[in-house]
């Protein structure tokens, strides 16, 4: 639990700009030697493909901290930074720069 509320952190805090789910490429395009796994490197050299301006951070996606993001925790982290955007869309505070 603790894991998971330090991931949500972590992305709330580098997702300054808002996210949108469609940007984000299907797990395979970051996944190229095709083992099951987004290791460090890979993501690192196709980051970009997120076209988001604040990325996610790879420890904080790597919740089992086995230096890999595999298909659930990629999916979670996509889950989450979508929420953070749809809750950023709706806050009427200054923490979102896109608030209402």
Do not use: H
């Amino acid at each position: 639990m603790r894991k998971t509320l330090l991931a949500a952190a972590a992305l709330v805090t580098l997702s300054g700009a808002v996210a949108v789910a469609a940007d984000w490429p299907a797990f395979d395009k970051l996944d190229t030697n095709g083992n099951g796994v987004i290791d460090r490197i890979e993501y690192q050299k196709n980051v970009g493909a997120l076209k988001i301006e604040y990325a996610p951070n790879f420890a904080a996606m790597d919740e089992d901290s086995n230096n890999g993001v595999d298909e659930d925790e990629w999916k979670a982290a996509q889950k989450l930074t979508t929420s953070y955007t749809a809750r950023c869309r709706e806050a009427s505070a200054s923490w979102c720069k896109d608030a209402k």
